[in-house]
């Protein structure tokens, strides 16, 4: 199998092109790899789906930034034989962190040799999502992440609580309609909502803590506007995955697993795709079941919680 290492340069604090490299030609020298860096945006999505198509051989891709890496690897090997993977080297890894968390992604050896999964993907209008789609106070949060991630104390780790806190300020009620699987899940404003193939979000906050990655289901989690004194009690247990278990919070909350949702909202309308903010207005989402082949190294399980219904 041929190994493709796909670093982005600008992916978290300082490139990690060198430290795959050592790793590589000192532990690795048994496998057959190489190592491709990005140019910039789109780089790695149209990189992948031209080397996946073209090979012979069988070809895996590894992510090696964060989880809007990620994102452009699995769109671009969407439809062909290859599989993908990640070393994470992000600002938030949140993908992982499904599966336990980063520790058991950067042991390379172990990652090269590791079995594939089949894990789900979702369609968002023309663009895709591996782990969240998240949108209304979640897509202020993203953008100011964007704005701080390089700057000193507030940013890097805490650039989703940076923009948590500006998303506060100006971000209280969104003006959106969903529905899921036929049905008006919500008709005028929400605070946020997440879907969810992954569980969780921004580094640290885990919003969908019973899903399962290749159930052919996404968890819809959506938040009705609340003060800012309710949210800020409801924000500990959200980040603990607690929100959906919660009495106290059932009637600000909306929650359904389905394969297809329908958003209207107006032109200018933003969603966060796996951290990147794309601009949609209304669109569909539907979950690509099985879509693509996952590398599990050993020491990774998926976390999800058993959802009673």
Request: hydrophobic share 35%; with cysteine.
């Amino acid at each position: 199998m041929k190994h493709v290492f796909v670093v982005n340069p600008t992916a978290g604090s300082r490139n990690c092109r060198h430290e795959i490299e050592e790793i590589l030609k000192s532990r690795c020298s048994g496998f057959d790899w190489e190592l491709y860096e990005t140019t910039g945006h789109g780089d790695a999505v149209n990189y992948v789906r031209k080397r996946a198509r073209a090979s012979s051989e069988p070809i895996r891709f590894y992510a090696c930034g964060g989880d809007g890496t990620l994102n452009e690897v699995a769109s671009g090997a969407l439809g062909s034989k290859a599989s993908i993977g990640v070393y994470p080297c992000g600002s938030g890894n949140d993908y992982v962190k499904h599966f336990g968390g980063k520790k058991a992604f950067l042991d390379i050896p172990s990652l090269m040799n590791a079995p594939d999964i089949p894990i789900d993907l979702m369609k968002v209008g023309k663009h895709y999502s591996i782990n969240i789609c998240d949108f209304g106070f979640d897509t202020v949060v993203a953008r100011t992440m964007e704005k701080v991630k390089r700057k000193p104390i507030i940013g890097g780790k805490n650039s989703y609580t940076t923009g948590v806190i500006w998303a506060v300020l100006t971000a209280m009620k969104n003006k959106c309609e969903i529905w899921g699987d036929g049905e008006k899940l919500i008709d005028r404003n929400i605070l946020l909502c997440s879907l969810a193939c992954g569980s969780h979000v921004g580094g640290m906050f885990r919003c969908a803590p019973f899903s399962k990655c290749s159930d052919g289901l996404m968890e819809v989690c959506i938040v009705k506007p609340v003060s800012r004194l309710t949210f800020i009690r409801l924000v500990g247990k959200y980040a603990k995955g607690l929100h959906l278990e919660n009495e106290r919070f059932k009637k600000f909350i909306v929650y359904r697993r389905c394969k297809k949702i329908r958003i209207v909202a107006p032109e200018d309308f933003c969603l966060s795709l796996d951290g990147e903010v794309t601009k949609t207005g209304s669109c569909t989402v539907e979950v690509l079941h099985n879509a693509l082949r996952f590398a599990l190294p050993a020491g990774a399980r998926e976390t999800g919680k058993v959802f009673d219904d």
